[in-house]
């Protein structure tokens, strides 16, 4: 292999590690609930604090790479994730396991955005693209792979090991990182925004636990209203602090760019989706079907099958009808595909459900490909990396609501009728709340410009973009 990707590919083999177990644990939440005697609905403390933790830290991890060099932090970013792997594989309890699901979520954090800061400052601009595409190797197979293995593991061996494997393939790439990839960092780093960074941990923190647990009786719901209200006026904080300083951690002016602006919203909207169904999905099927977390995932996996089947045909289908119209009918078609999940019952076949899944994942993958050039398609060159930064941390933010908002409807079903074990018609409302939110967010699209974006898309009607713009520097965002 050309060492000219050698450092692509060690980044991409430590973001597949992040990538894997972003989704392994959702086959296994039945399984860790057992273990250590929860709900299983409980679980979703463990991943929105997952969440959280990597939004939170995102947007200083640019900063921390430019001040103590990018090299040294990836390698940190490497050991701390390893360390939360073991911590999380070690807990005995509830709280053992989201405190160590938090650390590990910071390791996270840090891995992702620096890996691709090092992959920029190593690889010639000519061949970014290429670098790149090894890069988004992981986020391709990583949720592949994920629920059918973690589900084979947890099936077959213990979950605890879905988090123990993580070990060999971090200390591997602890040695590789430290044989091959230089150490690069910036003479004038500039300051951190402290405060903002400090605003910003509190709002998200505060008002995403908030709405985690204002459903399942964990504290008395006064308390929860003083969390949700300190998470709320941080908010507000953050957003007038930002407007002032010079050198916001995230810059909010970005979001005058209309096409920026756009994606920002209605991919807000269409994530909550993408963090609900992969913890709705499973329980449904282990909890309410009956079925071995083994079953579930190799059923589940199939919407990441989808997904890469659309990779390759994704440009020539923004090319050929344009970013509105594909935003729209994608987001309609994903959401119809969400509400057939609550028609999901313990006899339908599996390959219906497969069929289903395959297909919402087709749908999907294209919807986040036509959201992400649409968001970059205007900034310019020298606005993004705020970009990425700003993008990263709303998708985890979002994400992260989305298995609150799956879960709380769900409690909210089993509260209503008065019972005391899920069963699977409690899903149903819980789907349906998340596919009328993935219908809204196509919708927010419908007054979007039909030229919007064709500079990147290739298709007609080009507008004129500044002269910095191009379809290299948005596919290099993505």
Request: net charge positive; charged share 10%; proline share 4%.
């Amino acid at each position: 292999m050309d060492r000219k990707f050698i450092t692509p590919l060690i980044v991409a083999c430590s973001l597949f590690m992040e990538a894997f177990d972003s989704t392994v644990i959702a086959t296994s939440l039945e399984a860790i609930a057992k273990d250590l005697q929860q709900n299983p609905l409980a679980l979703k403390l463990a991943l929105t604090s997952y969440l959280v933790s990597q939004a939170v830290f995102i947007p200083a991890s640019a900063w921390i790479a430019d001040k103590y060099g990018a090299k040294t932090v990836f390698r940190l970013a490497i050991a701390i994730f390893i360390t939360g792997s073991v911590a999380s594989g070690s807990a005995s309890s509830l709280t053992e396991f989201v405190m160590a699901r938090v650390f590990q979520g910071f390791g996270g954090a840090m891995m992702m955005p620096v890996g691709r800061l090092i992959v920029l400052r190593s690889v010639p601009r000519s061949e970014m693209i290429q670098a790149f595409a090894w890069l988004s190797i992981p986020a391709m197979i990583g949720p592949i792979m994920g629920p059918p293995l973690g589900g084979f593991i947890t099936t077959y061996f213990h979950w605890r090991w879905i988090f123990w494997i993580n070990v060999p393939i971090g200390l591997l790439g602890l040695v590789l990182v430290t044989i091959h990839i230089r150490d690069v960092k910036e003479d004038d780093p500039g300051t951190l925004d402290v405060r903002g960074f400090f605003l910003a941990g509190i709002a998200f923190s505060c008002l995403i636990l908030g709405f985690t647990i204002v459903s399942g009786g964990f504290l008395p719901l006064w308390q929860v209203g003083v969390l949700i209200a300190t998470g709320a006026t941080a908010l507000g904080l953050f957003l007038l602090h930002q407007r002032r300083t010079p050198n916001p951690l995230l810059d909010l002016s970005l979001l005058k760019i209309g096409t920026f602006r756009y994606a920002i919203m209605g991919g807000m909207l269409f994530r909550i989706s993408v963090g609900a169904v992969p913890f709705l999905l499973p329980l449904l099927m282990q909890v309410g079907f009956g079925m071995t977390a083994a079953q579930s995932g190799m059923i589940t996996f199939a919407s990441a099958g989808g997904s890469m089947i659309i990779k390759a045909t994704a440009p020539r289908v923004l090319s050929r009808f344009g970013f509105r119209a594909v935003l729209i009918i994608c987001g309609l078609a994903a959401a119809g595909l969400l509400a057939t999940n609550s028609w999901f019952t313990a006899d339908t076949p599996h390959y219906v459900i497969f069929l289903v899944l395959l297909t919402s994942g087709f749908f999907r993958s294209l919807q986040f490909t036509a959201l992400n050039g649409l968001a970059y398609c205007e900034v310019p060159r020298a606005s993004m990396s705020r970009a990425t930064s700003l993008v990263a941390v709303l998708q985890q933010f979002a994400t992260a609501a989305g298995v609150a908002i799956g879960a709380g409807v769900v409690e909210l079903t089993l509260y209503s009728r008065g019972g005391q074990h899920l069963t699977a018609s409690d899903f149903a409302m819980s789907f349906y709340t998340v596919a009328a939110l993935t219908a809204c967010s196509a919708m927010v699209f419908v007054t979007l410009p039909k030229d919007a974006g064709s500079e990147v898309s290739g298709g007609h009607g080009r507008r004129n973009l500044p002269k910095t713009e191009n379809a290299k520097d948005s596919a290099a965002a993505e």
